[in-house]
């Protein structure tokens, strides 16, 4: 058993599938963080079998878009002094907004222009699958 020491202050992300943190890592952009980040995986979970944990040592602004998107079920522990002051569970969301971007190479997405509040919709959960606003065509995150 792995042991890690609490941190004092900052954000925990527990309940990462197991295998997936190095792309929540690159995806909230976590190299830019000059403090302490801490990224380990399988470690062994009595609801999930393995999971994935990373844990920031400092405050982070998080793109919650995004880490709802990669990773849907994972609780993000807020901490201060030590101690547990706020806990999210993350969901895939309703709406996304400049993170995706649209596969068909006819969408006006996709043209010279810049489409600026380009939105996808939610349409299948268990797919993690959006429609595109402009063209309606079905897009995953990472495609």
């Known amino acids: 058993m ?3 020491s609490k941190i004092k202050k900052g954000i925990v992300l527990d309940h990462i599938e197991a295998g997936r943190a190095h792309v929540l890592y690159r995806a909230l952009e976590l190299e830019k963080v000059t403090d302490a980040v801490v990224l380990m ?3 062994f979970s009595t609801s999930l079998g393995k999971k994935d944990i990373i ?3 400092t ?3 998080i793109d919650f878009t995004v880490l709802g998107l990669i990773a849907p079920h994972t609780t993000v522990n807020f901490i201060e002094d ?3 002051v706020k806990k999210i569970r993350m969901e895939l969301p309703e709406v996304v907004e400049g993170v995706l971007k649209c596969k068909n190479p006819r969408c006006i997405t996709n043209s ?3 489409i600026a509040g380009h939105k996808f919709y939610l349409y299948d ?3 993690k699958e959006y429609k595109c606003e402009y063209c309606d065509t079905l897009t995953t995150y990472g495609e």
Do not use: L, P, S, T
């Open 55 to 57: 844990k920031i040592e």
């Open 112 to 114: 010279e222009r810049e």
């Open 59 to 61: 405050d982070y602004n």
């Open 125 to 127: 959960r268990e797919k």
């Open 82 to 84: 030590g101690e547990r």
């Open 2 to 4: 792995i042991n890690v």
């Open 41 to 43: 995986q399988n470690i």
